[in-house]
């Protein structure tokens, strides 16, 4: 739907429309010669109709320092047509100018309520019960451990689990996703989403400071001040450029007459009109807004992007590095193994890893404790200690366990088995002896080898993976997906060597960008050049430490976030190309006196609409993904 004027819009364009009728009546009236002051008193009253905003602007800037833009511009130019008795000219450039100006407002306002609409997630209250009586609350107001009530039709106001009830969820506004996805008691739940059907009994699992909701809106309100390269650039080129113009335009106007005798009024003309060219509003304009609508077109499409810089450093990808576990695969782990030491039962060994992975909250200890069918005796288990990227050390009655992977037993001086099958491997000892392995097997998530083919349609041939797992599950995992390269069973600080390595080998070939979810991901994530995590499932340090996000984690959007960016870039270069090849040509032609007024409005505003039109077309993005969803 088509945003409506605001006020202050309708207002201007009464305005214009009044000046515009007037300008013509005066024109019908010149023709039966009245006297010059009433003449130039007639149309003046069509000039301060509609430009007096602009001149009280010009004004007031210069009484604060700030003398060198559009403003000061329009009123040297028009005040100077008016000495010069060019009058139809002054009242039509000032005319145009703010008709312009009325369209490029009216493409901005646009362009944010599209924005504003696609984030209208703030939840405006939150239901409890109190007293046998369900009331409405301020969502600030509840705390982790709460519960909370949950209609049809209302909008989820805090992360929580579903104690109670089954329905469907509509997470368009946060994932893209255009399928409702269905939840059930025991199902996490996300604020933003907006519950379609059945009434939810929900324990809250974190304050809305600390929500996803809160977390979506800083992230969309601050993307802003993080501008991009291009952005930093127009802004100083602008700065530089107007000043310039106007000394050539003084000097353009006054050194010919007094150098080579030419008439003084025809020179002034041409400096005139050379100043109303020079305005730069179409590149500061448009520039802000095709970023802008790009961050607007990705969040629409469920990727926030942290700033405009950000999307810059996409356009230029030419190395993306994946994490595997939670980013390419599902990591929901299966057990297909149980491989016991002579001596040692399956159950056995089975049962000792449940204990000592009691405590943790890895996706392999989770599927171990699903296959124990036994239930662990936490009184049983003391001395639990994890190192992170290898596994645990646990006390389990009178016997030391270790579960990891194979570092880790080498590091406590336990030989491991080798030639050992493919997939995740978790190996286990007791008391200092080798007691057997665990063999899990991991899937890939539905668009994961979508998300490769795409990035190779995209001609970015520089496709790795840097995994914590076993180099038998990185090879298969590599293979196939058909990735460039893979490293296995690193430590977190391996990631971060094993990203420099890349980034080095990769040099001159674009931006380095990683994919990934785990709180291990954290350090890799701030290092590479754009970071993007996973942010349905992936942990809050690398949500924090990413500069775009996934919110439905599905690994095809890493594809669809690099099209978009290069295609906000490209509309950038094209509206850079395009105002700057205009205004220059029309710059010559008014130096050399062969470019009117009415060319000169055009290099402005004309020049200025159509960059914003073509601006707000990265608003309009929208990636045909496949909608299947995987099981919860």
């Known amino acids: 739907m088509t945003p409506a004027l605001t006020k202050k819009q309708t207002k201007t364009l009464w305005r214009i429309l009044i000046a515009f009728a007037l300008l013509l009546c005066v024109l019908a009236y010149q023709q039966t010669q009245p006297p ?49 008795g060019e009058y139809p000219e002054a009242v039509a450039v000032m005319l145009f100018y703010q008709t312009g100006e009325l369209f490029q407002n009216y493409a901005v306002t646009k362009s944010r309520k599209s924005i504003a609409a696609l984030m209208d997630i703030r939840p405006d209250h939150a239901a409890i019960e109190r007293n046998g009586q369900i009331i409405e609350v301020n969502p600030e107001e509840l705390s982790a451990g709460d519960e909370i009530i949950i209609k049809p039709g209302d909008r989820v106001p805090l992360d929580g689990i579903i104690l109670t009830g089954t329905s469907e969820l509509d997470t368009a506004s946060l994932t893209g996703e255009s399928l409702p996805k269905p939840v059930t008691e025991g199902d996490k739940i996300i604020s933003g989403c907006i519950n379609l059907s059945g009434l939810l009994r929900v324990r809250v699992t974190a304050p809305y400071s600390q929500s996803t909701v809160a977390k979506i809106l800083d992230l969309v309100e601050n993307a802003a001040a993080k501008k991009a390269k291009t952005e930093n650039f127009i802004t100083t080129f602008a700065r530089y450029y107007t000043p310039a113009v106007v000394l050539v335009a003084a000097a353009l106007a006054i050194l010919p007459p007094l150098l080579l005798g030419e008439p003084l009024t025809d020179w002034i003309s041409r400096a005139l009109i050379f100043l109303v060219v020079s ?12 970023f802008y609508g790009g961050i607007g077109g990705a969040s629409r499409n469920g990727i926030l992007i942290k700033g405009g810089n950000y999307l810059e450093t996409l356009a230029r990808t030419g190395t993306v590095v994946f994490d595997k576990t939670g980013t390419l695969t599902t990591g929901t782990f299966r ?68 579960a990891g992977n194979t570092q880790h037993l080498i590091r406590a001086g336990i030989a491991v088995p080798e030639n050992l099958p493919g997939g995740t491997i978790i190996h286990l000892a007791a008391d200092g002896r080798y007691a057997g392995y665990l063999r899990f097997s991991d899937t890939l998530k539905p668009h994961a080898k979508d998300a490769v083919t795409s990035l190779k349609q995209l001609g970015i041939r520089n496709i790795s993976l840097l995994t914590g797992d076993t180099a038998a599950a990185a090879a298969e995992t590599a293979e196939e997906l058909g990735l460039t390269s893979y490293r296995a069973e690193l430590l977190p600080q391996d990631k971060l060597a094993g990203l420099e390595d890349l980034i080095t080998e990769n040099t001159g070939s674009g931006t380095t960008i990683y994919v990934g979810d785990g709180i291990n991901d954290a350090p890799v994530l701030s290092r590479a050049d754009a970071g993007i995590a996973m942010g349905s499932l992936g942990s809050d340090a690398a949500i924090e430490a990413a500069d775009i996000v996934i919110m439905d984690d599905d690994p095809a959007k890493v594809a669809t976030a690099v099209k978009l960016s290069r295609k906000t870039y490209w509309i950038v270069r094209q509206n850079i190309i395009f105002a700057l090849g205009v205004k220059f040509a029309v710059l010559a032609l008014a130096a050399a006196g062969a470019a009117t007024m009415w060319e000169a409005v055009f290099a402005d505003v004309g020049v200025a609409v159509i960059a914003v039109l073509n601006a707000m077309r990265t608003l309009r993005y929208a990636e045909n993904t496949p909608q299947t969803r995987t099981a919860e």
Request: contains cysteine.
């Open 279 to 290: 305005c730069p509003c179409a590149l500061v304009i448009s520039i802000p807004l095709s």
């Open 36 to 84: 010059a002051v009433l003449t130039l008193t007639l149309y003046l009253i069509p000039y301060a109709l509609v430009g007096y905003d602009v001149l009280l602007r010009a004004a007031k800037n210069i009484l604060h320092g700030k003398i060198f833009d559009e403003n000061f511009l329009m009123t040297i130019a028009t005040i100077g047509a008016l000495c010069l």
């Open 335 to 402: 057990l297909t193994e149980i491989c016991p030491a002579d001596g040692i039962t399956a159950d056995q060994l089975l049962a000792w890893a449940a204990a000592a992975e009691t405590a943790s909250t890895h996706p392999l200890a989770r599927s171990i404790q699903e296959a124990c069918k036994q239930p662990v005796d936490q009184t049983a288990v003391t001395h639990i200690t994890e190192e992170a990227g290898l596994g645990v050390s646990a006390q389990v009655h009178n016997t030391h366990v270790l």
